[in-house]
T-cell receptor
Framework: GAGVSQSPSNKVTEKGKDVELRCDPI?????LYWYRQSLGQGLEFLIY????????KSGLPSDRFSAERTGGSVSTLTIQRTQQEDSAVYLC??????????????FGEGSRLTVL | GENVEQHPSTLSVQEGDSAVIKCTYS??????FPWYKQELGKRPQLIID?????GEKKDQRIAVTLNKTAKHFSLHITETQPEDSAVYFC????????????FGTGTLLAVQP
């Protein structure tokens, strides 16, 4: 596609349910990031995938959060047993090998998660 | 790991005035410092960046300066316009194996017409 695609754009769930958020990066981009943005807050780093290297999971806030990236392309962020404090916009971003050294990230529109 | 601090958190200026946003970072191995602009309800987009071998970079009304010794960098916007109103994020790419991008907490800039 032309840009980073995320789905769903909006997700409302009940406390305790599991959710999956999907990110389809720009074709050919080897680096993929997940960030979390709470209302009026900054971009909180969650996890980073680069090529075939082991992902950097240092930003995941608890073991309820996990992410995978299949075939070096699509990524899924899973939140188990959701809590109200998980409510936020989850942003995915990717960068290409040619621009990796520049660090330019191309962001998706985000998935807005609301936990009731 | 890298820690990026940004201030002020909010900034209000009159149209035509200048705006300055400052960031500090902790990892001396960091070598790339981009700035992103996020308009209300939209995704962040890169507006300018600077590398550690450059002290200053300018692009029309925006400029960035970098002081590696002090580990701080700044964004300067001159002749501000209402369309400059947005949240601005600084970031630093960490040194080491993972090279991940860590963002500051953001600055809400409001340009009053």
């Amino acid at each position: 596609g032309a840009g980073v695609s995320q789905s769903p754009s909006n997700k409302v769930t009940e406390k305790g349910k599991d959710v999956e958020l999907r990110c389809d990066p720009i074709s050919g981009h080897t680096a993929l990031y997940w960030y979390r943005q709470s209302l009026g807050q900054g971009l909180e780093f969650l996890i980073y995938f680069q090529g075939n290297s082991a992902p950097d999971k240092s930003g995941l806030p608890s073991d309820r959060f996990s992410a995978e990236r299949t075939g070096g392309s699509v990524s899924t962020l899973t939140i188990q047993r959701t809590q109200q404090e998980d409510s936020a916009v989850y942003l995915c971003a990717s960068s290409s090998p040619g621009t990796r050294s520049t660090g330019e990230l191309f962001f998706g529109e985000g998935s807005r998660l609301t936990v009731l | 790991g890298e820690n990026v601090e940004q201030h002020p958190s909010t900034l209000s200026v009159q149209e035509g005035d200048s705006a300055v946003i400052k960031c500090t970072y902790s990892d001396s191995a960091s070598n790339y410092f981009p700035w992103y602009k996020q308009e209300l309800g939209k995704r962040p987009q890169l507006i300018i960046d600077i590398r550690s071998n450059v002290g200053e970079k300018k692009d029309q009304r925006i400029a960035v300066t970098l002081n590696k010794t002090a580990k701080h960098f700044s964004l300067h916007i001159t002749e501000t316009q209402p369309e400059d109103s947005a949240v601005y994020f600084c970031a630093a790419i960490t040194g080491g194996a993972t090279n991940k991008l860590i963002f500051g907490t953001g600055t809400l800039l409001a340009v009053q017409p």
